[in-house]
């Protein structure tokens, strides 16, 4: 997946994982390495997912807890530390049983307070 932050335009690349325990509703981790010019920059999110749709195109809407960590290289700040709580929705469209392609948008509330667009493809292991 690709993540593009509207706070600091990072583009970054990450991992998801995606589980149900009930039908409609999962909970979904993802970590994300975002590539500034200098230093590192990570983010950990875990987000409930509720699915409005379950056909080939799915619509869910989100609500989560978000970790963002940035630390700097020649630069007194050194590093960050900042939690947020994440409120989004988000598309599936499968194009085939086993993959698809995925769009979210989710604001971060909190200490972090940015917009967050993730676009990716997706890989279903059933």
């Given at each position: ?35 500034p ?19 080939k ?11 963002y ?58």
């Amino acid at each position: 997946m690709h993540e593009w932050r509207a706070d600091t335009w990072f583009f970054g690349f990450g991992f998801a994982g995606e589980y149900f325990p009930i039908d409609d509703v999962s909970i979904n981790a993802q970590t994300t390495f975002l590539l500034p010019a200098t230093g590192i920059a990570n983010s950990l999110d875990i987000d409930g997912r509720y699915y409005f749709t379950q056909d080939k195109f799915q619509l869910y809407g989100l609500l989560g807890w978000g970790y963002y960590y940035r630390n700097f290289e020649f630069n007194e700040i050194g590093h960050l530390h900042k939690h947020a709580i994440n409120v989004g929705a988000g598309f599936l469209y499968k194009f085939i049983d086993e993959i698809g392609l995925e769009a979210e948008y989710k604001f971060q509330a909190g200490q972090i307070n940015t917009s967050i667009f993730r676009l990716g493809v997706v890989y279903f292991i059933n």
